[in-house]
């Protein structure tokens, strides 16, 4: 049984490999809450028997704690990792909440091998084909989920220094595209570009004509 400091963040994924469970993916994003940028999602089934790494929900490390995490994870013999991106204009299309989940659902059919259980971080989500569990503060409490945390937010912080090179001023490299004070006096002066979410209040208050109702706008969890 492997465990860091108090918590064991096996026990989870414990319980459902002696339920005969034997590919077990933690499922997490991160994204919901910037006014620009996709929302991203991982899904993660670590090797069984394989010394894994000291992981944390991805929310508890520095930048250079989860790069290195996930460079160690990318590299574990046995692990199969799943990503999923989606773009502004699908989360101005049908609200972040809605993306969130068709980031969450990409991620787990792009891993490399179908899993059988799957663990999730935060609330449920409906539509997968195979048994799920909800965890609150599941990144903090599942290896599993704390890995695809950590793959999560590495990769989209990796896109947004992308769309930094693109969208000079914003401020994106740093930001990530948060509601940062220098993020909204960029946004201010610059005004929105093709990546800022045009269904949320601050970028949607400098658009011309009538607010777009029913505006989602969730805080990471």
């Not at 799943?82 to 972040?96: A, L």
């Not at 947004?160 to 914003?170: F, P, S």
């Not at 601050?202 to 009538?210: I, K, M, S, Y």
Request: aromatic share 6%; proline share 8%.
């Amino acid at each position: 049984m492997k465990k860091h400091g108090a918590t064991d963040l096996l026990e989870f994924e414990r319980r459902a490999w002696d339920r005969g469970f034997c590919r077990v993916a933690g499922v997490d994003e991160v994204g919901r809450g910037p006014l620009a940028g996709p929302v991203v999602a991982a899904a993660v089934i670590l090797p069984v028997g394989v010394e894994w790494p000291p992981v944390n929900d991805s929310k508890q490390l520095t930048a250079a704690q989860r790069d290195d995490l996930a460079a160690r994870l990318t590299a574990l013999p046995g692990i199969a990792i799943g990503i999923g991106t989606v773009p502004v204009s699908d989360i101005d299309r049908f609200n972040i909440l809605r993306a969130t989940h068709m980031a969450m659902h990409q991620a787990v059919g792009r891993l490399p091998e179908a899993p059988d259980y799957l663990l999730i971080d935060g609330r449920p989500v409906a539509g997968f084909a195979v048994a799920a569990e909800a965890i609150v503060k599941g990144d903090a409490r599942s290896a599993s989920v704390a890995a695809a945390s950590i793959l999560a937010k590495v990769h989209r912080d990796r896109l947004m220094d992308e769309l930094d090179r693109c969208y000079a001023g914003y401020g994106f490299a740093q930001h990530k595209g948060y509601g940062t004070a220098r993020h909204l006096e960029a946004l201010g002066r610059l005004g929105p570009c093709p990546e800022h979410r045009r269904s949320f209040a601050p970028v949607r208050a400098l658009l011309p004509g009538q607010p777009m109702p029913g505006e989602l706008h969730f805080p990471e969890m």
